[in-house]
T-cell receptor, first 111, second 111 residues
Framework: DVKVTQSSRYLVKRTGEKVFLECVQD?????MFWYRQDPGLGLRLIYF???????EKGDIPEGYSVSREKKERFSLILESASTNQTSMYLC??????????FGPGTRLTVL | TQLLEQSPQFLSIQEGENLTVYCNSS?????LQWYRQEPGEGPVLLVT?????EVKKLKRLTFQFGDARKDSSLHITAAQPGDTGLYLC???????????FGGGTRLMVKP
């Protein structure tokens, strides 16, 4: 079974802190994605990566950056967390966009 | 940005009832996927439809892809409490490297 793991299930940070969300997949998938999920807005794509060191902006990249130094790991970085970044963050991987395998999500609260 | 609109946003029904959920777009997708998400978990793929007009059945769930590949529907027959969850449709772009998600339909089936 494909496994996508995220570093934390719950995270509480203060405004202005730098936040790292880590995602690891064990199936050698080329594509990895970061989404945020908010009630009524569905999943919105923040960034995706189709190869090591490659990244593409999604629909809502502002306030976020990403890093993909190894194929299995895709990190989402909030340089200076703000309260409007309180959300559920979901990482996914796929061999192509044939299907997405999701991690369990990280619920981030920014106070 | 390709947009997908799902309707209804919320649906609360009694066990045994039938229901249909819709996923509409003005854009053409190479394929469309349906996911279900339970609380505290990431979305899990239910089905992928690829060909315009395609119909796929998964036990009591029937998925249809519109002839023009712009819309899709999910019909559940004789809903059960175990069907409760968030249903998400996702369109695959023509390059095959990006998924765009709809806002989701939150279904509650009461016993």
């Amino acid at each position: 079974d494909v496994k996508v793991t995220q570093s934390s299930r719950y995270l509480v940070k203060r405004t202005g802190e730098k936040v790292f969300l880590e995602c690891v997949q064990d199936m050698d998938h080329e594509n990895m994605f970061w989404y945020r999920q908010d009630p009524g807005l569905g999943l919105r794509l923040i960034y995706f990566s189709y190869d090591v060191k490659m990244k593409e902006k999604g629909d809502i990249p502002e306030g976020y950056s990403v890093s993909r130094e190894k194929k299995e790991r895709f990190s989402l970085i909030l340089e200076s967390a703000s309260t409007n970044q309180t959300s559920m963050y979901l990482c996914a991987s796929s061999p192509r966009a044939t299907r997405a395998y999701f991690g369990p999500g990280t619920r981030l609260t920014v106070l | 940005t390709q947009l997908l609109e799902q309707s209804p946003q919320f649906l609360s029904i009694q066990e045994g009832e039938n229901l249909t959920v819709y996923c509409n777009s003005s854009s053409v997708f190479s394929s469309l996927q349906w996911y279900r998400q339970e609380p505290g978990e990431g979305p899990v793929l239910l089905v992928t439809v690829v060909t315009g007009g395609e119909v796929k059945k998964l036990k009591r769930l029937t998925f249809q892809f519109g002839d023009a590949r712009k819309d899709s529907s999910l019909h559940i027959t004789a809903a059960q409490p175990g069907d409760t969850g968030l249903y998400l449709c996702a369109g695959v772009n023509n390059a095959g490297n990006m998924l765009t998600f709809g806002g989701g339909t939150r279904l509650m089936v009461k016993p």
